[in-house]
């Protein structure tokens, strides 16, 4: 969730105009089945990703997304190894997917500590340790020094990869700027699809980018 409303409604409105236009190219554009089932996993992902913004669509369940946008992930995969052209353009989706399955994972569907030191963690004190000096009590607080260091190199590791996923899709963001100024300095943009096309990606990449970044 983004807590400043301005941003918020931003970020909304980013992902909800790359809906849009993934359900424009499915309505309007001669698709193969495997281009409109990309077209409709782009929709829902821009769709999921502006309800996210807002605090109602933060508390929603995290898991069924985190495996749905994991499988999306690897379709994109199978497209990327098996198709003969786009590749680096189905690679560049495929990592988007992941980045957005990661995002429920942070959020909810990543356990950050492991059973046996939740378990651990949730144990109520043993009588007497704490009271024999030499003995129960410096073992008592060693446990509890080791499960905060691995609590710690935790989220220290979630936060470098929100960190690389944030200058990652800012800079995917400040590519697709640079092809749209190119094509229509080059006159490549006659077509009013391949310019919402890119215009999509730049959306939809600021969008990303925006999220991870307030994750921070």
Known sequence: MIQDIALRW???VLF?????VCVRGMVTGRHSPRGVVSHALHAIMAIAMAVMAWPRGAELPTVAPMIFFAAAALWFAAITITAGDHRMANGYHTLMM???AWMYA???GLPLKKPA???MSGM?????MAAEPGHGGHAGHGS???ATHTTGEG????GALNWVCAIGFGIAAAFWVYRFIAARVQGQDREPGQSLGILCQIAMAAGMAIMFAVML
Request: charged content about 5%; aromatic content about 6%; proline content about 7%.
């Open 98 to 100: 992941l980045a957005m």
């Open 16 to 20: 909800l105009f790359s809906a849009a």
């Open 106 to 108: 942070v959020m909810g």
């Open 124 to 128: 109520p004190d043993m009588p007497g």
């Open 144 to 146: 509890h020094a080791a």
């Open 117 to 119: 030191q939740s378990a």
């Open 155 to 158: 989220a220290a590791w979630i």
């Open 10 to 12: 931003c970020v909304t």
